[in-house]
């Protein structure tokens, strides 16, 4: 099992798609659902959490999750020292602090998410000015300390975002290239669907965008090299064999999260939702969790074996009108039709050795929600 456990509610950035819409005037998307007793720091203690994974027969995962988790370095270092080997460790960040991880850290964490937008100029409007440099500064710094695990580069893509160029700057960039890269839609989040020109963005500029990228993407294979780009990779396998997906980043049932107060989540951004609550880290057993489902609308999708619902927080508190869903999954949609034109060719490149099927693989529900 997977679990994101959130450390701490301070940020030391105030990127426009999540803390900077809190001084706009919106209305919140889930106000009445919310538990404001929540503590904004993690309170159980280590030994609490290492008794709860204890009770997990499989090798559990746990993914340090925040705000920005660096800022409890202390915290990290209280789980990990003393806990049991098989328990891997990932990491959730916006990359600031990354120069100053403790040694004792690095060495037990096996993968990294690191929150960059694109280029220079796109990663630095959506989270701050000179964000952009301070991050690959750091992560030179930790290939220089040795880090030998995974990186995965975290966008967040919305209308000032051109896909292609921002996944092709991250990939194929001369100073850290990523390996790794997943995108996320900022979309049917908050209540800002009326203030937004998602509509156009995803008509004119994001699907023909992944459109290119999917062709960039098979071009590549022709090459011999298959990029990590996550949301087309799992997907295309299961295109190529026929294989289906329930909710693909695992949330409710594969992947959960672990509040402030020890309770027991469905997802981080399901934080303090009482209703939702799947157990606590005190007396749950890992194996007996509560499962959360999606909508009736999801689970009749004519695509829905394919997209697994994308994302659980919007199908069950609903934050963007009728029309505005209807978008989002007319992405998906586009996804799913474009990976499909591009299987034939993929099919033929995998029989003729140019690539292998094993290098669509990824591992399930580490972080990635695979849908944008």
């Known amino acids: 099992m997977h679990y994101h456990v959130i450390l701490t509610d301070e940020c030391n950035l105030s990127c426009r798609y999540c803390r ?22 993690f309170v ?24 920005e988790p660096l800022l409890r370095q202390d915290l990290i270092r209280s789980i990990i020292e003393g806990s049991d080997p098989r328990v891997r460790y990932y990491l959730y960040t916006n990359g600031l602090l990354l120069n100053s991880l403790d040694p ?44 030998r695990g995974g990186i995965i580069a975290r966008m967040t893509v919305g209308e000032e975002t051109d896909i292609q160029d921002a996944v092709l700057h991250l990939a194929e960039n001369q100073v850290f290239p990523f390996h790794s890269i997943h995108w996320q839609l900022d979309a049917n989040f908050s ?6 020109k998602f509509r156009d963005w995803v008509r004119k500029r994001y699907n023909p965008g992944i459109t290119e990228l999917v062709g960039t993407w098979v071009s590549r294979m022709r090459d ?13 396998r299961d295109l190529l064999n026929g294989g289906t997906s329930a909710l693909r980043c695992g949330a409710g ?49 004519d695509i829905t074996k394919f997209c697994g619902g994308r994302c659980l927080y ?42 292998q099927e094993s290098e669509l693989v990824t591992e399930r529900f580490n972080g990635c929600e695979i849908i944008p």
Not at 32 to 41: A, F, G, K, T, V
Not at 224 to 236: A, C, I, L
């Open 224 to 236: 011999g090299e298959v990029k990590r780009w996550y949301p087309f990779m799992e997907t295309t």
């Open 104 to 147: 004792r850290i690095i060495e037990r964490l096996t993968l990294i998410h690191v929150s960059i937008d694109g280029g220079e100029a796109l990663t630095d409007f959506y989270r701050g000015p000179g964000t952009y440099k301070r991050i690959i500064a750091n992560m030179k710094a930790v290939d220089k300390m040795g880090f």
């Open 253 to 301: 049932y594969a992947n959960y999260s672990i509040m402030p107060d020890g309770s027991i989540g469905p997802c981080p951004v399901m934080i303090g939702m009482k209703e939702y609550t799947c157990g606590h880290i005190s007396y749950s057993d890992p194996r007996a969790l509560r499962k959360i489902e999606g909508t009736d609308k999801c689970r009749t999708c």
């Open 314 to 355: 919007s199908q069950l508190l609903e934050p963007w009108p009728a029309e505005g869903d209807d978008l989002v999954c007319e992405s998906v949609l586009h996804l799913y039709r474009t990976l499909k034109g591009v299987v034939p060719e993929v099919r033929s490149l995998i029989r003729s050795g140019k690539i």
């Open 191 to 196: 209540r800002d669907y009326e203030t937004r």
């Open 20 to 41: 900077g819409k809190t001084f706009e005037d919106l209305e919140p998307s889930t106000i009445d659902e919310i538990d404001l007793s929540m503590p904004s720091e």
């Open 44 to 67: 159980p203690e280590p030994e609490d959490l290492h008794a709860f994974l204890a009770r997990d027969p499989e090798d559990p995962v746990v993914i340090f999750y925040g705000g």
